[in-house]
C-alpha cells in the first residue's frame, strides 16, 4: 500500500487531499496543529488505513517524531510528502503587525523546508515530495506581500531541491491553485482581486492534481491549478515586467 503524509490535514485542500488519496487505497497520514480534527478523521477510515496525529510544522522536532512514527505505521514506506500546511493574512504591508508576518513565513516556508529536510531520510528512489505554493508565487502580489513572497520562497526550494534529489530518484514537485474556496481565503477581506478573478476552485479540484502529481510517471515541475493561473502564467511569458505591473495593479485596484 502507497503511503502519502498530509501537513494541514484538518481542513481545506489538505482534507480534501487526504480524503481523495484514502478513496484511492493509499496510506494517510493527516496531520495538523490541530489534532483532534485528524485523529477524528483517521479514526473514521478504519484499522489500518490512517495515521494522524498533532504537528506544529514550524518545530523540527516534532517532525522528526511525527514522521517516523508515521512511516513505522506505514511499513517503513514514505512514497510521498504534501507539504500543505499554511497560514494567510491580508492588508497593507506597513500595517500588518510584523509578527504576523514572520509567522506567516514560519509556517509557509520554515516548514515546508523542516519536512523536506526531516523526511529526506525516509525517502528513496521513486518518492515525491509535493510543495504547496500558489499563484502568488508567479508574481508579487499588493496586500498579500509576505503570503506571496513565502510562496516565492517555497518555488525557489522546490526548484532547487528537484534538482539536487533527481539523482537520488527523489522528485521534488510544487502546486499553484489561484484562490481557492476554503475558509483561510474566505478570511481575507482586502484583496479586490478575488473580486475581480473570483473564488472559482474547490479543494477537491486541488487535490486532483496532487494525485496527479504524486502518480503520473512523468511528472512535472510546476503544477498550475485554474484556467486563470494558466492564462497568468502564459501572459507573464509573453509580457515585459512594466506590462505585469500593468496588470497586476488593475486586479488589485490600484
Known sequence: ????????????????????????????????????????????????????????????????????????????????????????????????????????????????LNGCHCAWPHLAAGSRVINMSSASALFGQPILVSYAASKFGVRGLTEGLNLEWSGAGIHVCDVMPLFVRTAMVAGMTQVEATKSLGVKIEP???????????????????????GATHAFRALLRLTPDTLAVAINRRLSGR
Open 1 to 112: 500500500m502507497r503511503s502519502i503524509f498530509i501537513t494541514g490535514a484538518a481542513q481545506g485542500i489538505g482534507r480534501a487531499c487526504a480524503e481523495a488519496f484514502a478513496a484511492a487505497g493509499w496510506f494517510v497520514g493527516a496531520y495538523d496543529i490541530d489534532a483532534q480534527a485528524v485523529e477524528a478523521w483517521a479514526a473514521e477510515q478504519g484499522a489500518g488505513r490512517a495515521r494522524a496525529g498533532g504537528l506544529d510544522v514550524t518545530d523540527a522536532q516534532a517532525w522528526q517524531a511525527a514522521l517516523a512514527d508515521f512511516v513505522a505505521a506505514a511499513g517503513g514506506r514514505l512514497d510521498v510528502l504534501l507539504n500543505n500546511a499554511g497560514i494567510l493574512a491580508d492588508g497593507p504591508f506597513a500595517e500588518l503587525p510584523l509578527a504576523r508576518q514572520q509567522a506567516i513565513f514560519d509556517v509557509n516556508l520554515r516548514g515546508v
Open 204 to 226: 477537491a479540484d486541488v487535490a486532483k492534481v496532487v494525485m496527479r502529481a504524486a502518480t503520473e510517471k512523468r511528472p512535472r515541475l510546476h503544477y498550475l491549478v485554474g
